[in-house]
C-alpha cells in the first residue's frame, strides 16, 4: 500500500526567504506527482504535476522535483511571501488508467512577514 | 467556468439523519472525485466515476455511504443514517483526461459536515 509522507507537519520562515517543501512515497511505480496547495476552509488547488518520466516543473516561483526511484519530491518556493502561507499537500497517482490518488498529510507553511 | 460547484457549503445535522451532499463538476470534464478531509485521517478518496460509471468505491466506509452520477453534470453523495464519526469536509474533485496526456484534478470549496 503507498504511503506518503511529508515532513514536517509545520514549518515558519520570514519573508523573503526560499523555501524547501519534502515529499516522501514507499511505492516507487507512480504515474505522476501532484503538488497542492489549500488555504484555511477552501479547497484544495493544484500548483504543479509532474510526470513520472520527468524530473522537474517550474511555474512562476515554484519549482517541483521528483526523483522516483528514491521515492522522493520537494517543492521549492524563491522568495517567500505572506500570500504563500497554506497548508501545502503532495499527492501520487499509482498507474495510467487509475486515478486513485493517495495524498500526504501536508505541511502548513507560515510565512512571517 | 465557475469550477466546482457543491452545495451545501455547511451543514449541521443529528445523528439519524439522512445527509445529501451535491456536486457539479467543470463543463467536459469526465472523471468525478468524492474525498473526505479529518484531522485524524488527512485526505481520503471515497468513490470516483468516469462518463458518470462508478470505478472505484473501495474508499467508501460502509453502507451507509452511497454515491451516484445520474449524469455529466451532477453528483450526490448520500448518508443514511449519519453519525457523529462522519463529521468532516467533503470535496468533491473532477478532471479530465485526455489519453495519455497529463490531468489535473480540480476541487470543490468543500461541505463542511457536523454530526450531532
Known amino acids: 500500500k503507498q504511503e506518503v509522507t511529508q515532513i514536517p507537519a509545520a514549518l515558519s520562515v520570514p519573508e523573503g526567504e526560499n523555501l524547501v517543501l519534502n515529499c516522501s512515497f514507499t511505492?516507487?511505480?507512480?504515474?505522476?506527482l501532484q503538488w497542492f496547495r489549500q488555504d484555511p476552509g477552501k479547497g484544495l488547488t493544484s500548483l504543479l504535476l509532474i510526470q513520472s518520466s520527468q524530473r522537474e516543473q517550474t511555474s512562476g516561483r515554484l519549482n517541483a522535483s521528483l526523483d522516483k526511484s528514491s521515492g522522493r519530491s520537494t517543492l521549492y518556493i524563491a522568495a517567500s511571501q505572506p500570500g504563500d502561507s497554506a497548508t501545502y499537500l503532495c499527492?501520487?497517482?499509482?498507474?495510467?488508467?487509475?486515478?486513485?490518488?493517495?495524498f500526504g498529510t501536508g505541511t502548513r507553511l507560515t510565512i512571517i512577514p | 467556468d465557475a469550477g466546482v460547484i457543491q452545495s451545501p457549503r455547511h451543514e449541521v445535522t443529528e445523528m439519524g439523519q439522512e445527509v445529501t451532499l451535491r456536486c457539479k463538476p467543470i463543463s467536459g470534464h469526465d472523471y468525478l472525485f468524492w474525498y473526505r478531509q479529518t484531522m485524524m485521517r488527512g485526505l481520503e478518496l471515497l468513490i470516483y466515476?468516469?462518463?458518470?460509471?462508478?470505478?472505484?468505491d473501495s474508499g467508501m466506509p460502509e453502507d451507509r455511504f452511497s454515491a451516484k452520477m445520474p449524469n455529466a453534470s451532477f453528483s450526490t453523495l448520500k448518508i443514511q443514517p449519519s453519525e457523529p464519526r462522519d463529521s468532516a469536509v467533503y470535496f468533491c474533485a473532477s478532471s479530465f483526461s485526455f489519453g495519455v496526456g497529463p490531468e489535473t484534478q480540480y476541487f470543490g470549496p468543500g461541505t463542511r459536515l457536523l454530526v450531532l
Open positions: 511505492d516507487s511505480a507512480i504515474y505522476n
Open positions: 466515476f468516469n462518463n458518470n460509471v462508478p470505478i472505484d
Open positions: 499527492a501520487v497517482r499509482p498507474g495510467f488508467g487509475n486515478e486513485k490518488l493517495t
